[in-house]
């Protein structure tokens, strides 16, 4: 059974840009939640997806955006990168419905913005 | 909206002393409540969660919190600390309306010296 994975490692993106950051969901795994992490701080909730629908939204600009695909496989997609979007980006998931779940999480993305 | 605070930015305690994170969160309903490590470089790992019944819950690594609704805390403790427990403590708090999300303070950088 393979854990929770992120793509690409690292990045490197100028202002304005947009980015594409993948996660591969625990195996049996339907439920996804992406996080920011910015240096010094605790995750900061974005948004989260069950059987591809978005469940949940933290408070985070429409510029931030998500999907997820048949196989519970993400994307988080973030347009006009700005300075200070650069931090490390988490997936987490989970198997099914609700909080009582435990959510795994990947190693992360770390973003940074120049 | 909910809040989670953990008051100690960082702890240093010595190898094989007691151990106490505090954390105070801030919610209306029973809370649901989790502590999480994150190392260097590893992902977010879940230590121990409160849903309800017994306030004093007990976790992986030897660790255990205990619920206490009257002070709105959950404390993180263990009686004897190895140098591999030194890492980022994080507490959350789960949040159930209009989707999922949790909730993170914003950690403890705990060092332990020999």
């Known amino acids: 059974e393979t854990g929770v994975t992120q793509s690409p490692t690292h990045l490197i993106k100028t202002r304005g840009q947009q980015v594409t950051l993948r996660c591969s969901s625990q195996?049996?795994?339907?439920?996804v939640s992406w996080y920011q992490q910015a240096l010094g701080q605790g995750p900061q909730f974005i948004f989260q997806y069950y059987r591809e629908e978005e469940n949940g939204r933290g408070n985070f600009p429409p510029r931030f955006s998500g999907l997820q695909f048949p196989n519970y496989s993400s994307e988080l997609n973030v347009n006009a990168l700005e300075l200070d979007d650069s931090a490390l980006y988490l997936c987490a998931s989970s198997s099914g419905w609700g909080l009582i779940n435990e959510q795994f999480f990947g190693p992360g993305t770390r973003l940074t913005v120049l | 909206a909910q809040s989670v605070t953990q008051p100690d930015i960082h702890i240093t305690v010595s190898e094989g002393a007691s151990l106490e994170l505090r954390c105070n969160y801030s919610?209306?309903?029973?809370?649901?409540l989790f502590w999480y490590v994150q190392s260097p470089g590893q992902g977010l790992q879940l230590l121990l969660k409160?849903?309800?019944?017994?306030?004093l819950v007990q976790g992986i690594k030897g660790f255990e919190a205990e619920f206490k609704r009257s002070q709105s805390s959950f404390n993180l403790r263990k009686p004897s600390v190895h140098w591999s427990d030194a890492a980022e403590y994080f507490c959350?708090?789960?949040?159930?309306?209009?989707?999922?999300?949790?909730?993170f303070g914003a950690g403890t950088r705990l060092f332990v010296k020999a």
């Open positions: 919610y209306g309903a029973t809370p649901y």
């Open positions: 409160y849903f309800s019944g017994d306030t």
């Open positions: 195996s049996g795994h339907n439920t």
């Open positions: 959350a708090v789960g949040e159930d309306t209009g989707g999922f999300k949790t909730i």
